[in-house]
């Protein structure tokens, strides 16, 4: 039952900046490491990056110096900040969790996905 609830998509031209939210809700006892995901049209989806429970982060190269992930643990949510935009960052923008549940079962969760367009 726990759910990871995302926000923050939109429109934006190339050159701007868009920071996506990422906030789990329900009950667990921790989350693990969270990642971002995006897919555009006619593609596969692809990873963005990682950020580990003590804020370790890795990036994709197409993303590295214009993304940055972060996390605040208190809320239980994760951001993925966006500069630079580029019309082919246009995609689904999806995040993921490992959760540690309240029966110490290890799942993995799925936000619903996000839709960055980046256009002029």
């Known amino acids: 039952q726990v759910q990871l609830v995302e926000s923050g998509g939109g429109l934006v031209q190339p050159g701007g900046s868009l920071r996506l939210s990422c906030a789990a809700s329900?009950?667990?006892?921790?989350?693990?490491?969270m990642g971002w995901y995006r897919q555009a049209p006619g593609k596969e989806r692809e990873l963005v990056g990682t950020?580990?429970?003590?804020?370790?982060?890795n990036y994709a190269d197409s993303v590295k110096g214009r993304f940055t992930i972060s996390r605040d643990n208190a809320k239980n949510t994760a951001y993925l900040q966006m500069n630079a935009l580029k019309p082919e960052d246009t995609a689904v923008y999806y995040c993921n969790a490992n959760i540690l549940d309240l029966w110490y079962r290890n799942l993995e969760v799925w936000g619903q996905g996000t839709l960055v367009t980046v256009s002029s």
């Open positions: 950020i580990t429970s003590g804020g370790v982060t």
């Open positions: 329900g009950r667990m006892l921790n989350i693990n490491a």
